[in-house]
Nanobody, 124 residues
Framework: VQLQASGGGLVQAGGSLRLSCAASGRTFSNYGMGWFRHTPGKEREFVSAISWSGGRTNYADSVKGRFTISRDNAKNTVYLQMNSLKPEDTAVYYC??????????????????WGQGTQVTVSS
């Protein structure tokens, strides 16, 4: 499984970005997908997760109401729509795949495959 994240960039506070994560593999529709982020000096932080069908989602409290995760199984892609961005959202964002049960939740160790990361910078 290979994951390619994209869509990061520089945005002003209050702005929006949409991250995409394209996955290889014919069984993407079976994968649970997640987004995590990392800032130097801090631990990797869970952002959001979505089940194989899209019927179950989860968000970190810090992004609830601002971020929306979704997926298009026909395009082997998961998205993270980020609205009302704050400077504290600045981080490298990673997508990850859980290929055994279809749900990874907020636990990074559940995900066996990771993308390369995309930088999101929010200026104040």
């Amino acid at each position: 499984v290979q994951l390619q994240a994209s869509g990061g960039g520089l945005v002003q506070a209050g702005g929006s970005l949409r991250l995409s994560c394209a996955a290889s593999g014919r069984t993407f529709s079976n994968y649970g997908m997640g987004w995590f982020r990392h800032t130097p000096g801090k631990e990797r932080e869970f952002v959001s997760a979505i089940s194989w069908s899209g019927g179950r989602t989860n968000y970190a409290d810090s992004v609830k109401g601002r971020f929306t995760i979704s997926r298009d199984n026909a395009k082997n892609t998961v998205y993270l729509q980020m609205n009302s961005l704050k400077p504290e959202d600045t981080a490298v964002y990673y997508c990850a795949a859980e290929v055994d049960t279809g749900w990874g939740g907020d636990r990074a160790f559940e995900y066996g495959y990771w993308g390369q990361g995309t930088q999101v910078t929010v200026s104040s």
